[in-house]
């Protein structure tokens, strides 16, 4: 893993270009959009989009460079408000704001169209009978050219008279589209006549029953793009070829100005499903609670789960901007989580999986000490806060052992331990239940040992531990990789999801300073790993924390790798 501290100069070949043009004098400022379609939830592959243009508007904001929200509404059958939201909420938890930018493809409905009516008028555009599957018979393939449409040569006024009869609802779905006339034969098959336009009686969320007829995505993008102006229209590799059909429009329509597309790779997540096809499913089918299951790889389903944005900027700035198709191993997201959290969640003590400890000398049943625990070594601001300690606590059941092996540094029958910030303790006696389970380890507690050692002893195990008196009881969520493949096939992934990635623990033990933390608020659980408060579930009175990941990448150790 690379340096942070490498941050400010970092560039890549799109940085590149941006600076040259601004260096040259070709634009004054760069103007960059991030264009979702509202048809699902975000996901962290567009969070690399994200960054990467509001990145380009923050880095060259000393020329009053910027990024706009676009949403790319073109097909009303699947998208939704709810989805405008969603987005909207995300982009600004990671941290970026479009300012006055905010805009809607469907804004630009009534220009298009004119714009259509333009080509038909030049002669490059045509109202087409043919139906889907003829279409796609005509259009050829790879190795063969395709054959002109019977109506590719009906004239200017029939062609306006029939693109407007389909503005005004006369024909039926799917009965004409309108399409370019560029090249049947074309070697690249985006420019065997495209359709511009559909038909779609469909409400649309914006624009609602004032369209039937809705523009395709090649003929919206790029023409968006012009007027707003942007000035690199930043897109991922598979639109590399749709990138000629982009220009052509651009050269063929009076245009405001020349906006230039440029691809880069796509970013990939190992054991991670990144299409939204298939994160829909995994809601629709039941295989998680919701978009923002903590499961999802969605930034709603991050921030559930507790990942800070920052360590998902740091990932992106991590990975860079290539050409190059690749899988990032998800273990970088990790890293960078851990590293953030590292730094900034306060420590505090649960136990998950608890067994009680009774110290038999304790002082009376009333007699309460306060304790003082370090609330994050790592920032020396964070303080100290008080755990109360009475005569029982819980401590973790993997934290006792009746037979241990050699330098097994927790709690043993008459071996000594320390509770952490507080006394060392010897257990004395095993208690178990009818099944022969644990049920209490009876102990004494050294009174001279607050803060130093035992005279003469060398304790070399701390382990935490709960007020059994204060404790609170909360549900933990444990989570795991969604998929147990580092490749997960689209097709069916449902056979390689991972059906232990969540894990129910109740009945957990909490010190009593995690009670009434806001929803989302994050801590490291000490030894247990980093945890948040769940926004969805938890309440005062039943908290519910979800585990965000794990101190240590147990994963790998359990692949032996
Ligand atoms: P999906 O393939 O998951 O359905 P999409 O590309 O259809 O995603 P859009 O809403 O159209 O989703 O994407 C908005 C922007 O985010 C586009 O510019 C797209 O190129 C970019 N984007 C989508 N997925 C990734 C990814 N994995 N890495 C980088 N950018 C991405
Ligand atoms: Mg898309």
């Not at 004409?176 to 469909?202: E, F, G, T």
């Not at 809601?283 to 923002?292: A, K, L, N, P, S």
């Not at 273990?331 to 009774?358: C, F």
């Not at 096939?489 to 999801?497: I, K, N, P």
Request: aromatic fraction near 10%; hydrophobic fraction near 35%; glycine fraction near 8%.
């Amino acid at each position: 893993m690379e340096d942070q501290e490498n941050a400010p100069g970092r560039t890549d070949f799109i940085r590149e270009i941006v600076a040259g043009d601004l260096a040259s004098g070709k634009h004054a400022t760069s103007v960059t959009r991030f264009p979702p379609e509202p048809n699902g939830y975000l996901h962290i592959g567009h969070a690399k989009s994200i960054c990467l243009n509001f990145g380009l508007a923050e880095e060259n904001g000393a020329t009053g460079a910027r990024c706009h929200l676009r949403f790319d509404d073109t097909n009303p059958a699947k998208e939704e408000s709810e989805f405008v939201d969603a987005i909207k909420e995300d982009i600004r938890w990671l941290g970026f704001d479009w300012g006055e930018h905010l805009h809607f493809a469907s804004d630009y409905f009534e220009q298009l169209y004119g714009w259509a009516v333009h080509l038909i008028r030049e002669g490059k555009a045509y109202v087409d009978d043919l139906g889907a599957e003829e279409m796609r018979q005509y259009r050829g393939s790879l190795t063969e050219p395709g054959r002109d449409s019977p109506f590719r040569d009906r004239d200017v006024d029939e062609n306006l008279d029939l693109f407007e009869r389909m503005r005004a609802g006369e024909f039926a779905d799917g009965e004409k589209v309108l399409r370019a006339k560029i090249d049947m034969a074309h070697p690249n098959l985006n420019l065997r006549d495209p359709v511009l336009y559909r038909i779609l009686h469909q409400g649309h969320h914006r624009t609602g029953d004032r369209w039937c007829i809705y523009p395709s995505y090649d003929f919206t993008h790029g023409q968006s793009d012009a007027i707003e102006g942007i000035t690199h229209s930043l897109c991922t590799l598979e639109f590399e070829h749709h990138r000629p059909l982009y220009e052509w429009f651009v050269d063929n329509l009076p245009v405001p100005a020349r906006p230039r597309q440029i691809e880069f790779a796509k970013l990939q997540l190992s054991y991670t499903l990144l299409s939204k096809r298939r994160l829909v499913q995994m809601v629709e089918e039941g295989y998680v609670d919701g978009w923002d299951d903590p499961r999802m790889a969605t930034l709603s389903g991050f921030r559930r789960r507790g990942y800070p944005p920052a360590a998902i900027r740091e990932l992106c700035r991590s990975v860079g901007v290539t050409k190059f198709n690749s899988l990032t191993d998800i273990a970088l997201l990790e890293h960078a989580v851990r590293e953030e959290l590292n730094r900034s969640a306060p420590r505090r003590m649960a136990v998950l999986d608890p067994v009680k400890l009774v110290i038999t000398n304790w002082p009376g049943a009333g007699h309460v000490e306060a304790m003082r625990a370090v609330n994050n070594p790592e920032d020396p601001d964070a303080g100290k806060r008080e755990v109360p300690l009475a005569g029982e606590v819980y401590i973790e059941r993997g934290d006792f052992m009746e037979d241990p092996p050699k330098k097994y540094y927790r709690l043993s029958p008459g071996a000594e331990v320390r509770l952490r910030y507080s006394y060392c303790v010897r257990c004395d006696e095993v208690v178990r239940d009818g099944e022969g389970e644990v049920a209490e380890l009876r102990c004494t507690y050294d009174p001279e040992t607050l803060g130093k050692n035992p005279e003469g002893r060398k304790v070399r195990g701390a382990i935490h531990w709960v007020p059994a008196h204060a404790a609170l009881e909360a549900e933990v969520r444990l989570y795991d990789r969604s998929f147990t493949v580092e490749e997960p096939a689209a097709g069916d992934w449902r056979e390689t999801w991972n059906p232990d990635a969540l894990q129910v623990l109740g009945g957990c033990k909490l010190e009593p300073a995690l009670g009434g933390e806001p929803a989302g608020a994050r801590f490291q659980f000490e030894r247990n790993g980093y945890f948040c408060v769940d926004s969805r579930d938890s309440t005062p009175d039943r908290p519910v924390f979800n585990r965000t990941v794990a101190l240590r990448d147990s994963w790998s150790k359990k692949q032996g790798r």
